[in-house]
């Protein structure tokens, strides 16, 4: 029999437990060794490219900012590193990609973010001709795209997705982007998602910028686009500043786009073409000008012709030699409307129109304008002159200028339907051969604060206007400053009817200078109130209806 002591039983237990311990810890050891291997092999270095061999050359880069004591680390960057192209840190200027790339960590990304300063880029697709490499931007790993500091990035097609709404996806400072050649798709960037894309200062060029998503946000301070296409869809977000869009290519054809809902800001910016040019506000309010520049056509359309919206252009619409333009829906304009077309190109012209001898406006230049049954506004609280080789040809005029502000016509105004002075001024200067200033086949309204003022020209001539429609005047007092009806120089003012029912009633005017009635056999006219004529009276066919209202004749002192 053999006997073990208590103390050896102890000491034998006391080993085993210490050989456990020993293997327990070297367990965890390893396995926080694998954890920090892992760690490292994950873990996103900054990583600069110094050439020359190419990015998939581990000896082209080189890490940026290393820890204290820690050499740099030379490696191929991953989907966790970000990058840096820069000349001024490397001494190379120009790196070539040969196919598609996407940015913004995950499986299959380039790397994680790039910052590319004065140096130039190109993303090219060797498999598609005509078409550079697509640049996919996602910013879910805080991936994203800096150009700045005099960078070029020749070629490339970016994709913004977004991903983190608190990062900017794209920007580019400073710098310059794209390239436009008829028929090859160099360039162009699109928003999607969330994606943010931010431009300053800045030479931008391509096929097509656009902001499709509503969560998207577009914002641009002192720019030149240069692209075909500029459009801001329905119900996005997008802010233009300081900022010119023209395209940079012999074509020079340009649609500019802001979709219906659409939280469009904007201040002095200019969109100009000098081929085609295709306008769309949908109610938006465009602060800037807009000008077409060379032979072509102006096209100022709807999104939704069913469900129209104005376009709006708080500026100036400065149109060149022109061979047509299309307006669909209501144009408001707050500054100067300035066409500059041929008169040979607007055949037949204007100086057909007559009044009383038939036929008001049959022709009248409404081939050119009014076929596209447009409402014209003028707006804001500056003047307004309005510049057109022969009369001015428009279906509904409203003129609301805040503070008197004034509209003028170079040549003759002639209006299809109605015209409204809601508020401001319609003054009106006399031409050389042409009877009367004015025409208005509809009803004019001019409501308190608005104003029609008939002024003279050099020689003492005042200017004519003649109303087929009813004539509304509601102001008590006619002053040459911004109330009703002016006419101190005794212009003609004629109320005409080219057929025989009853029509013209004048209503709510007070007094009138140098009233002509014209009507044919059968026609007549209505007074609508008490009302006071200076100077002279005549009725030239048909008939005066005082409806109870007394009317009385004096001498303008």
């Known amino acids: 029999m053999v006997y073990i002591s208590v103390n050896t039983i102890v000491e034998r237990r006391s080993r085993i437990s210490f050989q456990k311990q020993v293997i327990m810890k070297q367990v965890i050891i ?13 873990q996103g270095v900054t990583l600069l490219y110094r050439g020359p061999l190419g990015w998939d050359d581990q000896n082209s880069w080189i890490q940026m900012n290393p820890p204290a004591g820690q050499q740099p680390i030379s490696r191929v960057p991953t989907e966790f590193d970000d990058v840096v192209f820069s000349k001024s840190l490397s001494g190379y200027s120009i790196f070539n990609f040969d196919h598609s790339v996407i940015i913004g960590g995950g499986a299959g990304s380039l790397c994680r973010s790039m910052h590319v300063s004065n140096m130039e880029l190109s993303f090219e697709e060797i498999n598609t001709v005509n ?14 795209v800096l150009i700045d500091s005099g960078a070029n990035i020749r070629h490339g097609l970016f994709i913004l997705h977004g991903g983190n709404p608190s990062i900017t996806d794209l920007q580019i400072i400073d710098s310059r982007y794209g390239e436009l050649v008829s028929h090859d798709v160099w360039s162009g960037i699109e928003l999607l998602g969330n994606a943010k894309g931010r431009f300053i200062n800045s030479i931008l060029s391509g096929w097509n910028f656009r902001n499709s998503s509503p969560e998207a946000r577009f914002y641009a301070d002192s720019c030149f686009f240069k692209p075909y296409s500029f459009r801001m869809e329905d119900n996005t977000t997008s802010t233009i500043l300081n900022t010119t869009i023209n395209p940079d290519d012999p074509f020079k054809s340009l649609t500019f786009f802001i ?20 306008f769309v506000t949908s109610g938006s309010v465009f602060n800037g000008n807009v000008s077409h520049e060379s032979p072509g056509f102006l096209f100022l359309k709807q999104e939704d012709e069913a469900n129209p919206l104005p376009n709006i252009i708080n500026g100036n619409l400065s149109i060149g030699e022109i061979y047509k333009i299309s307006i669909k829906g209501d144009l408001k304009i707050s500054g100067n409307l300035t066409i500059n077309t041929p008169v040979w190109a607007l055949y037949p012209d204007t100086s057909t129109v007559f009044v009383n001898g038939q036929p008001a406006f049959v022709t009248g230049g409404k081939a050119y304008l009014n076929n596209n049954h447009c409402r014209l506004e003028f707006f804001g609280n500056t003047n307004s002159n309005v510049v057109f080789p022969l009369g001015f040809p428009v279906d509904t005029l409203v003129i609301n200028k805040t503070g008197c502000a004034k509209v003028t016509f170079k040549n003759s105004l002639y209006v299809a339907g109605a015209a409204h002075i809601l508020q401001g001024q319609l003054a009106l200067d006399p031409n050389d051969n042409i009877p009367y200033k004015f025409v208005c086949l509809g009803d004019l309204e001019i ?13 003492g001539v005042a ?4 109303i087929q429609g009813n004539l509304y005047d509601y102001n008590p007092i006619a002053d040459s400053s911004c109330t009703g009806i002016n006419n101190p120089y005794l ?3 004629t109320l005409y009817r080219n057929n025989e029912n009853d029509g013209n009633t004048i209503i709510g005017v007070p007094s009138i200078a140098n009233l002509h009635l014209m009507g044919r056999p059968g026609s007549g006219f209505t007074l609508g109130n008490d009302l006071i004529v200076y100077d002279s009276i005549s009725i030239d066919g048909g008939h005066l209806n005082l409806n109870n209202h007394n009317l009385t004749v004096k001498r303008k002192l």
């Open 447 to 459: 409501m308190q604060g608005g104003s029609i003022f008939l002024r003279k020209n050099a020689l």
């Open 30 to 42: 390893f396995l926080l060794s694998l954890q920090f291997s892992g760690n490292i092999f994950s």
């Open 259 to 278: 979709g219906r809902n659409a939280n469009f800001t904007s201040a002095n910016v200019t969109v100009s073409a000098q081929n085609d040019l295709s």
């Open 491 to 493: 212009g003609n003012i």
């Open 131 to 144: 078409r550079a490499g697509d640049i996919s931007v996602y910013t879910d790993n805080g991936g994203f």
């Open 463 to 466: 200017a004519d206007m003649a």
